[in-house]
Every structure is written in C-alpha cells, then in structure tokens.
C-alpha cells in the first residue's frame, strides 16, 4: 500500500466504519464482543490511542539511521486504552476522538518532507521506512475492524 492509498482509500473506508459505529446500539457498543474480549468501545480507543502514540511519539523521533526503542509495554498500553474508554465517555465522544487523532495523523503524513517518508529507521532489529511504518498500521485497523463488524 502507498501513502496516497492510506490516505485515501483505506481512511476513506476507516471513516465510513466509524460513522457506522455511531449506529450501534450503545449498550452493544460498551459490550465484551465475547467472553474476555474488550468491548467496541475499548477497541476504537484503542485504535485512536496508536494513532495519539505514532503522532506524538514516533514520527518526531523518526530520522535516517535511528535506533528507536521496542513499542510500548502493550499490556500497560492497552489497559490504559480500555479505562479511557470505560471512564464515563460516550459513544459519540470514543468515536470523535478516534476520527480526531486519524485526521491528526494524516494531517502529519500529508504534509510531511519526501525525505522523512522515505527514512529508513529501525524499532529493535526491524527495519523499514516511514512510508512502511505508516501503511503498516492498516492491518491493524483491518483486523480490528472485522472483529467488531
């Protein structure tokens, strides 16, 4: 995938399931989607906490050669993500923040120099491009997405 089919066509499509979500019932919405996994609502800020974290935390520190540090502890990081999303928000505000940090991210990615796209970093011992690392995340929203429709 290139960064114009991110930014395009895979957001595009990534809106539209957002926007669908605002149809779910709300009790649905704040539901286990089945025995010990997280609820809709736990998932889309889970979503949104990745884009927050690649915004603020990834892309500054991205440069040609850099070492950066493994992700997050994901349990920590995750767990983190299921109490926002269980702390008294509502349906239409976890939805609003995840279309929120998405439009931040593109606005970054869009805007962003030829050069650092193409910058070959490496997290631990795996290397890959900015351009990489960006496309990347969209099988983390495909395979978050099916699990919810």
């Known amino acids: 995938m290139t ?3 991110w930014l395009n066509e895979h957001n595009q499509h990534y809106f539209s399931w957002l926007e669908n979500l605002r149809r779910m019932d709300s009790v649905a919405f704040f ?26 935390d990834r892309i500054p520190q991205i440069s040609e050669g850099v070492i950066l540090e493994k992700f997050p502890d994901f349990q920590k990081f995750n767990e983190e993500a299921w109490k926002k999303a269980d702390s008294g928000l509502s ?39 900015t351009a990489g690392y960006i496309t ?11 699990q919810i429709n």
């Open 31 to 56: 539901q286990p989607i089945a025995e010990g996994k997280w609820s809709p609502a736990a998932i889309v800020m889970h979503m949104a906490a990745w884009d927050h974290y690649t915004l603020d």
């Open 91 to 129: 349906q239409n505000d976890i939805i609003d923040e995840a279309r929120n940090e998405r439009e931040l991210l593109m606005e970054t990615v869009r805007t962003m120099d030829k050069d650092k796209l193409g910058a070959t970093f490496s997290i631990g011992d795996h290397s890959m491009t």
């Open 136 to 146: 990347g995340f969209s099988g983390h929203d495909r395979h978050h997405m099916k």
């Open 3 to 5: 960064v114009d089919e």
